[in-house]
C-alpha cells in the first residue's frame, strides 16, 4: 500500500513524487514511455520554474546538459523592439531550454533518488475503487503484464488527455477551445544568445537556444490556417516565421535546419475540476493552456508544489486529506485564472495597435520594460524567494 500513486511521470508528476516523497511519503510514480524520451515541447523555462529547479537541487545538473541560461530577452512586434537584461527572480538569473529528455529523466531521478519506486515503461489503464473512492490503479507493466497498486491518492499528472481525468470523469470546469497550432524544428548557426519573441497579426515565432548549440524556433499560427497539409508545413512554417517578423528572414537563410519538422495542432484550454474523493489531477492533466506564454513547464513544477504543500501532513486521515485537496483546487484556480485569460489573449495572434502603443514605451523606460519582461516571465508581483 503506496500514500500516494502518480500517473505520469514528467514536470508534473516527477516533481510531484519528487515533493511528496522527501516528506517521508510512499509513494509510486508510473510513467507509460520508456525515459529519457522526448515530447512534443518548445523547452523554455521562465525564470519561477528554473528557481524552482535551484531550490529542489536541480539546476545544477540541468544547466550540466549543457543548455545556456537565456539572460537577454527580445519582444519585437509591428513597430516595436524591446531588448534587454531578462528579470532576475529568486536564483534565476534567467530562463532555461532543456530538452525535454533530458529534464525529464532529470526530475523522474531525483523522484527515484527521494525514495519514489519510479517505473517507467507502466501505462495505467483503469482505476481501482473502494465505493466512490478511487483507491488504486490497474497498470500493463513493461513485460506485457497487468499489476494492480492500491494508495490512499491517486494523482493525475498524465497531460492533457489525461486517463486519470477520464475515469474518475472529472467535469470541465471551462472550456475555451484551440486557437493556434505550432510548428517547430531546430537549427544551427542562428546568431543570438536570449530568448527572442516574435509577435504579429497572425503569426507568432519564438527564438529558443537549447543544447548543443541548437536553437529552437518556434512558429505558431491560428488552428483554422487554411489548406495546411503535411506537404507544405515546411513552407507554411518559414513563411509564418516571416510573417510574425521580416529580419528572422536573414537569420534563417544563413541557419541550418537539423531535425524534421515537429507539429502539434492539439492546443486545447481548459480547466478541470482538480480533485475529488481519493484523486486529483496537477499539471496538464487539470489546465491546459496553449504554450503561447510558454508557462506549462513552470506551472507543473508550480502546481506540484502547492499540491505537495498542501497535502503536508495529511494523508492517512481521509477527513484532513479531502480539506487540503479542497485547498489545493481553490488555490490552483484562484491562481492560475489571470495569467490564463492572459494567455487566451496572446494565443489569439491579434496584436493590437493600442497594446503595442501601451508597450512601446518600453523603448525608452527601462523601467517599463522590465516590467513588461516581469509579467511576460509570470514573475509575482510579491518579493522574491528567501
Ligand atoms: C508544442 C508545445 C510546445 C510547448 N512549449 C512549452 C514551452 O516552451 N514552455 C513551457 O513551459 N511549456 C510548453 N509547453 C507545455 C508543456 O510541455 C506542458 O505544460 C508540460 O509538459 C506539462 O507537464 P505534465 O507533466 O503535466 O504533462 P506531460 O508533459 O504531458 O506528461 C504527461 C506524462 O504522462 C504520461 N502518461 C500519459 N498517460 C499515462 C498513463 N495512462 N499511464 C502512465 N503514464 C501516462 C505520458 O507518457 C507523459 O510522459 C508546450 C506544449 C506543447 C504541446
Redesign the pocket.
Known sequence: MYDVIV?????????TALLLARRGHRVLL????RFP?D????????QP?VDRLARWGLLDEVRATGCPLLRRVSLSGPGLRLEGPAPAWGAAGGGL?PR?HAL?TILARAAARAGADFRDG????GLLWDGDTVAG?R?RTPGGGTDDARARLVVG????????ARLVGAPYLREDGRLTL?L?TYWSGLPGDGLGLYSALGAAA?L?PTQDGLT?V?VQLPRDTPGLTRDNARHAYLAGALRACADLAEPLAAGRQEDRL?R?T??PNFFRRAYGPGWAL????GH??D?AS???????FA?AELLAGCLAETIGDPALMEKALRQYAEERDRRWTPPYEFNLGVARLTPTESHLAVLRQGETDPLFRDQVFRALAGIPAEVPPA
Open positions: 500517473v505520469g511521470g514528467r514536470c508534473a508528476g516527477a516533481a508510473l510513467e507509460r514511455a524520451r515530447t512534443l515541447s518548445t523547452l523554455y523555462i521562465h520554474g531550454a525535454r525529464d507502466c501505462s495505467v489503464t490503479v497498470y499528472a498524465d497531460g492533457r488527455n489525461s486517463s486519470v505550432a517547430y519564438a529558443v529552437l518556434n515537429f502539434c492539439d492546443l496537477v499539471g496538464d492533466a491546459h493552456k504554450p510558454a508557462q506549462g513547464i513552470s506551472d507543473a502546481q
